[in-house]
């Protein structure tokens, strides 16, 4: 079965900090994959996505994410925190061609210190 | 312009009864998919519908249903509550004319059954 785990349930790093939030996923084939970011009393929000070629991708708000197909890994990414990347991020993987039905991991809660 | 819209945003409910929840996709969206998410956990799959078909139903009992209208709004339906219905639903849209990948989301309907 498909599924995603995000072994960080919480991170604290400081502002101006280089930030890591690794996705692990379990799928047969190269899945698509995205990470989203769900802050308070808002919907989820796109941040990036892997369909296939580059393994490096480039999102919005200066995070990236590499896919390394050996690792089943699809780790997020930004060299300079913010106090406003304060949220929970989550990894997502979906059947290819299916992504309207998204798998999402449980997400790893960031937390910014001043 | 609009994003997704959701209704009503909170909502108490006792076990037994009846939900509707509502949502109105963004304008020129044809695909709406409803989530559940669990406080603590990541957003879990339960439909996806498109131009008023079902496309896809995620590990759900009967008790959830749902439906698309023609102006592509949608609405959740969960009979019986139960304790563990508690949770935040959201809803995506997709589809504008370009397969993007991305799925937009409301902030959701936040359902609480004592």
């Known amino acids: 079965a498909q599924s995603v785990t995000q072994p960080d349930i919480h991170i604290t790093v400081s502002e101006g900090a280089s930030l890591e939030l690794r996705c692990n996923y379990s799928?047969?084939?190269?899945?698509?994959l995205f990470w989203y970011v769900q802050s308070p009393g808002q919907g989820l929000q796109l941040l990036l996505k892997?369909?296939?070629?580059?393994?490096l991708v480039q999102g919005i708000k200066g995070f990236e994410a590499e896919f390394k197909r050996s690792q089943s890994s699809f780790n997020l990414r930004k060299p300079s925190v913010h106090w406003s990347d304060a949220a929970e991020y989550f990894c997502a993987v979906a059947p290819l061609g299916g992504y309207n039905k998204l798998i999402f991991g449980a997400g790893t809660r960031l937390a910014v210190h001043p | 312009d609009a994003g997704v819209t959701q209704s009503p945003t909170h909502l108490i409910k006792t076990r037994g009864q009846h939900v509707t929840l509502r949502c109105s996709p963004i304008?020129?969206?044809?695909?709406v998919s409803w989530y559940q998410q669990v406080l603590g956990q990541g957003p879990q799959f339960i439909f996806q519908y498109y131009e008023k078909e079902e496309r896809g139903r995620g590990n759900f009992p009967d008790r959830f249903s749902a439906r698309q209208f023609p102006n592509y709004s949608s609405e959740l339906n969960v009979n019986a509550l139960l304790l563990g219905d508690s949770a935040l639903y959201l809803c995506?849209?997709?589809?504008?004319?370009?397969?993007?990948?991305?799925?937009?989301f409301g902030e959701g309907s936040r359902l609480t059954v004592l």
């Open positions: 799928y047969g084939a190269t899945p698509y």
């Open positions: 892997y369909f296939s070629g580059d393994t």
């Open positions: 995506a849209s997709s589809g504008g004319g370009g397969n993007t990948g991305e799925l937009f």
């Open positions: 304008s020129g969206h044809k695909s």
